[in-house]
T-cell receptor, first 109, second 110 residues
C-alpha cells in the first residue's frame, strides 16, 4: 500500500469549507484514495473514495491532482459534528484497511 | 435494524479469563474484520475473514482466536486475557468499496 502523509491537526470555523490535504506520492495506478473519519469513541465512518477523477457525494468532495500524488478532501460547510479524526488511505481495494494517525480536525463555533 | 452490532459494549474481565466479543452484521457482506484501537497505536487489524470458514491473521493476532461458522457472525475470543489486551475493539464488514464499523467494545483486563 502506498504511504500517505497528512497534517497532524487543523482547525476550521463552523460554516466554512474545510480542506484536508493528503500526500501519496508513491501511489500506484490501480490504487484508490479512500477517506474515513472517526468521531470520538465511535467506529470509523466511510466518507468517499476515488481513483483519478474528482468525486462528490452528500458528505464531501474529493479532489485528486492530475499526477495523483496528492488529494484534498473538502467538507463544504463544516459543522461542529464534523469534529473528528480524518484518515486518508490508499489501497487497491477497501479490504484490510490500514489506518495511520490521520488528521484531527476541530471545528470551532 | 440493518447494520453491524457488537456486544457487549463494555466488559471488565480478570487476567487469565477467556472472553468472547461478539459481532453480527445484518447484511451478507463476505468480508469481516476485527481491529483494536489503543492510544499511540491507532487502529490495528487483528483478524479478518473473507467468507464463512475462511479466516486469516492481521497485524496483531497473538492471543486472539476467531471463527466464522455463519456469514453474519464473527466472534473474537481472547483465550487467556492479559492486561495488554485492554483496548477498544471494533468489528467491521466490507462491501469492497465501503467498510462499515460497529460501535466498539471497550474491554478492560484487570
Amino acid at each position: 500500500d502506498a504511504k500517505t502523509t497528512q497534517p497532524t491537526s487543523m482547525d476550521c470555523a463552523e460554516g466554512r469549507a474545510a480542506n484536508l490535504p493528503c500526500n501519496h506520492s508513491t501511489i500506484s495506478g490501480n490504487e484508490y484514495v479512500y477517506w474515513y473519519r472517526q468521531i470520538h469513541s465511535q467506529g470509523p465512518q466511510y466518507i468517499i473514495h476515488g481513483l483519478k477523477n474528482n468525486e462528490t457525494n452528500e458528505m464531501a468532495s474529493l479532489i485528486i491532482t492530475e499526477d495523483r500524488k496528492s488529494s484534498t478532501l473538502i467538507l463544504p460547510h463544516a459543522t461542529l459534528r464534523d469534529t473528528a479524526v480524518y484518515y486518508c488511505i490508499v489501497r487497491v481495494n477497501d479490504y484490510k484497511l490500514s489506518f495511520g494517525a490521520g488528521t484531527t480536525v476541530t471545528v470551532r463555533a | 435494524d440493518a447494520g453491524i452490532t457488537q456486544s457487549p459494549r463494555y466488559k471488565i474481565t480478570e487476567t487469565g479469563r477467556q472472553v468472547t466479543l461478539m459481532c453480527h452484521q445484518t447484511w451478507s457482506h463476505s468480508y469481516m474484520f476485527w481491529y483494536r484501537q489503543d492510544l499511540g497505536h491507532g487502529l490495528r487489524l487483528i483478524y479478518y475473514s473473507a467468507a464463512a470458514d475462511i479466516t486469516d491473521k492481521g497485524e496483531v493476532p497473538d492471543g486472539y482466536v476467531v471463527s466464522r461458522s455463519k456469514t453474519e457472525n464473527f466472534p473474537l475470543t481472547l483465550e487467556s486475557a492479559t492486561r495488554s489486551q485492554t483496548s477498544v475493539y471494533f468489528c467491521a464488514s466490507n462491501t469492497g468499496t465501503e467498510a462499515f464499523f460497529g460501535q466498539g467494545t471497550r474491554l478492560t483486563v484487570v
